[in-house]
């Protein structure tokens, strides 16, 4: 990769970011970020480690684990930093701060934070697989419980409905650009979220809250409920599978 | 020996649930409300011994519960105010406004009866 074509990347990235508004950035334009993001990530490895560009069949988690810890082994290996054209090295860090600015002015990055987050934003599978689903313990709210799982279930059941009722809520508040009336939705079902050890949704719903009681953000509280109608099936399933080993157990 | 009568305050029907269970397993007579409208229409006819309230609730907030009955019903029951995490500053109006005590989401029931145990021996 010559550096002609890492700053044809640069460019590419940087039209892609030119072109979505502020206002307009949908799931499918962060996926198109994330792509270019990762693209040119492999780009810049093969050009900082050249025996990666000579390897094309990297196993991709290999590849992966290379990617993120690029920044990493950038820093600490200073041969490989002697090797990189200075002035291409500048320009780079100044396009990446100048995207890191663009970024944190469409205020995604904190919901982009854990990587739970951003598997359930780039992961566009409407149904769960069973490896997506999130491992949650529901013992400690049967000691709650006081060991009776109907009680748990009743809870289970709750849980599902505020979660659809917040769902439905959301539509209309965001669609009605009623921010008062959203945050009032995400606070009632947050205590819900939290009792039941659920924290990707109740992280989502805390951040739609707090952006709620804040600077009201349209675009992105849409982002975040979008995260959360992903979320929630796949905690609801998981909830469920929970409950049934419990009642496996029981029997 | 009669059981003494608790008021629980809460619009989140699945915490309510879960605390309305345990409370009453705990020996409480209690009785839910689920907005500030049930919880006027209950103090109207009925004193508990001890109030559990959420602070945010539709109509008529835990604040406002804590005015109606320190300043209009000149009671001193003893109220106990569950507040979401990071909500000190109400927690502290609530103080000032007459609670007994707070309790942070998401909420122990466990901690919870040991607290209405300690505000009602108080008593």
């Given amino acids: 990769m010559k550096p002609k074509n890492l700053l044809f990347q640069l460019s590419h990235l940087e039209s892609n970011l030119n072109d979505f508004s502020f206002e307009k950035l949908s799931v499918e334009d962060a996926d198109q970020l994330k792509q270019s993001f990762l693209s040119f990530k492999r780009n810049l490895l093969e050009k900082i480690s050249p025996s990666n560009a000579e390897n094309q069949n990297i196993p991709s988690q290999i590849l992966k684990k290379t990617l993120q810890s690029f920044e990493k082994s950038a820093i600490a290996q200073d041969s490989s930093i002697s090797d990189l054209d200075m002035d291409m090295y500048d320009a780079i860090i100044s396009h990446y701060k100048s995207y890191g600015a663009v970024l944190k002015s469409l205020k995604i990055e904190s919901a982009m934070k854990k990587d739970n987050h951003s598997t359930l934003i780039f992961n566009k599978s409407d149904s769960p697989g069973a490896d997506s689903l999130h491992t949650i313990d529901l013992n400690p709210i049967l000691q709650d419980c006081m060991g009776e799982i109907d009680l748990l279930t009743q809870l289970v059941g709750l849980y599902e409905r505020n979660g659809l009722e917040f769902i439905g809520a959301a539509k209309i508040h965001l669609q009605?650009?009623?921010?008062?009336?959203?945050?009032?939705?995400?606070?009632?079902?947050?205590?819900?979220?939290?009792?039941?050890?659920?924290?990707?949704?109740?992280?989502?719903?805390?951040?739609?809250?707090?952006?709620?009681?804040?600077?009201?953000?349209?675009?992105?509280?849409?982002?975040?409920?979008?995260c959360f109608i992903m979320e929630f099936p796949i905690v609801r399933k998981s909830l469920k599978e929970a409950l049934a080993g419990l009642n496996k157990n029981k029997g | 020996m009669s059981k003494k009568k608790l008021l629980l305050a809460e619009d989140d029907e699945l915490l309510a649930s879960l605390l309305n269970f345990r409370l009453k397993k705990g020996g409480y007579d209690v009785s839910h409300s689920a907005d500030g409208k049930q919880v006027k229409e209950f103090l109207a006819t009925t004193t508990p011994d001890i109030i559990v309230s959420d602070i945010m609730m539709p109509y008529f907030s835990g604040m406002e519960l804590i005015a109606y009955v320190r300043n209009e019903l000149n009671s001193k029951i003893p109220i106990i105010i569950i507040s979401?995490?990071?909500?000190?500053?109400?927690?502290?109006?609530?103080?000032?406004?007459?609670?007994?005590?707070?309790?942070?989401?998401?909420?122990?029931?466990?901690?919870?009866?040991?607290?209405?145990?300690?505000?009602?021996n108080k008593n």
Wanted: glycine share 6%; proline share 2%.
């Fill in chain 2, 84 to 120: 979401s995490a990071g909500n000190e500053e109400n927690v502290l109006n609530a103080f000032e406004l007459g609670a007994n005590d707070f309790i942070s989401k998401p909420v122990s029931p466990s901690e919870l009866l040991v607290r209405v145990a300690r505000e009602l």
């Fill in chain 1, 176 to 226: 009605t650009h009623d921010f008062k009336q959203l945050g009032l939705a995400a606070h009632k079902v947050k205590a819900g979220l939290a009792m039941m050890k659920t924290n990707s949704l109740h992280s989502i719903i805390l951040q739609i809250e707090s952006t709620c009681n804040g600077d009201k953000d349209l675009k992105h509280l849409q982002f975040l409920c979008d």
